[in-house]
């Protein structure tokens, strides 16, 4: 996935915009830069931040970055942002998102004869530099920004830094969040609300679905209104979004206490404690236990300092090392107890497998595990929120592949908790990965969880429905 930070101010911004970025390393691991503008010029810097936190990394270039807007960005992908010079003069460009129609875009740009990409170290094409390419093609930014929308199939939220200032702009659907925060001289854009705070911005606007508005020192200059259908995506409260951000209205801890409370209704497991996954898994599994009166426990601890969010890696064999390496078991709190474990869902079911097994080796009598989510049926096509490469990575579809000897012609039944194929799949993932007890949060239960109605939020990758 990825996040995106951009300031403009009346004083050099460059300590806002440093801390504003760095608050979103959560959301990848690749990537990290930021571009400033002073007087009539643009710096920045790109790095690699695969193997060293994006503050660690940046903090010696910033002796040499000073001006009064910025924009930087955490990605999982491509190098940026991307300093641009074209008939709309010299801008920087950030986005976030996920363009399944490249081939096709990038063969209509070459037909205009004066058009050439850079390719990365995989030969791919970098998004951000098709997104720009799209936007040149337009009289004006704010054009080009639309045209970008237009074009795109999946989801593009971006910042464009212009010497007037900053144009945001949500992605069509509103698939992602984009905030404005204000405080004295100054405003930022975030996708995170949680990076506002601590930098002493105060929440002052939410970007609605494909909106556009530019931000100068002076303030928020409504450019496109937003439209009217929004599909946000449910994941970014089930496991991307930090603990402390809220998305139209809605605070990402309070959601996943919600859904504890959820898993828990209903569940009459015997155990002796409820623990979560950390640290994802943490606020979903003190839900459960308090709704269910079960004591909560910590038999697991994460390592902090130095391991990443294991979804990152690129190869499943990092990912899986990644996994082991940074959670620590207490053994004390694991002998011989009957622990029920939450976490925000299964994906592969490598890593859980793996806690699981771990709990195992340290004599857990048994291991009833509830994902705080439904069966992740789909690969997300909007946000690369997955690393799977195939849908066939996906532990329910090599459940139902197992089940039927084939790929079945539709999903449907399997996406359904009240048939016998759906409880079939769940006992097939449950014996893979020798869990005592399996059950999968319900959609409605995760939507009600949420708070917004359902026609707003994205489902695909349970449900196929975008």
Same mark, same amino acid.
């Given at each position: ?103 096709? $875009? +990038?063969?209509?740009?070459? #037909?205009?004869?004066?058009?050439? *990409? @850079?390719?990365?170290?995989? /030969?791919?094409?970098?998004? &951000? ?93 409504? $450019? +496109?209104?937003?439209?009217? #259908?929004?599909?946000?995506?449910? *994941? @970014?409260?089930?496991?991307? /979004?930090?603990?402390?951000? &809220? ?220």
């Amino acid at each position: 996935m990825g996040g995106v930070f951009g300031v403009v101010s009346k004083k050099d911004c460059v300590m806002d915009l440093y801390f504003g970025t760095d608050y979103h390393s959560h959301l990848g691991s690749s990537r990290g830069g930021m571009a400033v503008f002073s007087g009539n010029m643009f710096s920045g810097y790109i790095h690699n931040i695969e193997n060293i936190q994006f503050r660690a990394k940046f903090e010696s270039d910033l002796a040499e970055m000073s001006g009064n807007m910025g924009i930087g960005c955490i990605s999982d992908t491509e190098a940026q942002p991307l300093t641009v010079c074209s008939h709309h003069g010299h801008y920087a460009l950030t986005t976030v998102g996920r363009i399944n129609n490249t081939d096709e $875009l +990038v063969k209509k740009a070459l #037909e205009r004869n004066n058009v050439h *990409f @850079l390719e990365m170290s995989r /030969g791919e094409i970098n998004p &951000t530099e098709l997104v720009a390419a799209l936007i040149d093609q337009e009289e004006t930014i704010k054009d080009g920004i639309l045209n970008a929308q237009e074009a795109i199939d999946g989801s593009c939220t971006l910042l464009v830094l212009t010497h007037e200032g900053i144009y945001a702009a949500r992605d069509r659907m509103g698939r992602t969040p984009l905030l404005v925060g204000k405080k004295e001289d100054s405003y930022c854009v975030s996708l995170e609300s949680s990076a506002l705070p601590n930098l002493g911005y105060s929440l002052e606007y939410e970007l609605g679905p494909g909106e556009i508005v530019m931000l100068t020192p002076e303030g928020i200059v409504p $450019l +496109v209104p937003p439209r009217d #259908e929004m599909k946000i995506c449910a *994941f @970014l409260w089930v496991y991307y /979004g930090y603990p402390a951000s &809220t998305y139209e209205g809605r605070n990402v801890e309070i959601m996943r206490y919600k859904c504890g409370q959820a898993l828990a209704r209903g569940d009459t497991r015997d155990v002796d404690a409820v623990a979560g996954v950390p640290d994802s898994g943490i606020a979903h599994a003190l839900g459960y236990s308090n709704e269910s009166g079960i004591p909560y426990s910590r038999p697991l601890v994460k390592y902090t300092p130095t391991w990443s969010r294991s979804f990152i890696p690129q190869e499943q064999s990092v990912r899986s090392l990644v996994a082991k390496m940074k959670l620590i078991p207490i053994p004390e709190l694991i002998r011989d107890k009957r622990l029920l474990i939450c976490d925000d869902s299964i994906v592969r079911g490598t890593q859980l497998g793996q806690t699981v097994a771990l709990l195992h080796y340290f004599d857990a009598r048994e291991v009833h595990v509830r994902p705080a989510c439904p069966p992740l049926m789909f690969v997300c096509r909007y946000l690369n929120f997955s690393r799977s490469r195939s849908e066939r990575d996906l532990i329910t579809r090599r459940a139902i592949i197992e089940i039927e000897g084939r790929e079945p012609s539709s999903l449907d039944d399997y996406c359904d908790p009240g048939t016998d194929e759906y409880h079939g799949m769940v006992e097939c993932i449950r014996k893979k990965l020798e869990f005592t007890s399996l059950r999968f949060q319900k959609l409605e239960d995760m939507i009600d969880a949420i708070g917004l109605p359902a026609c707003k939020v994205c489902t695909y990758c349970w449900n196929g429905r975008g």
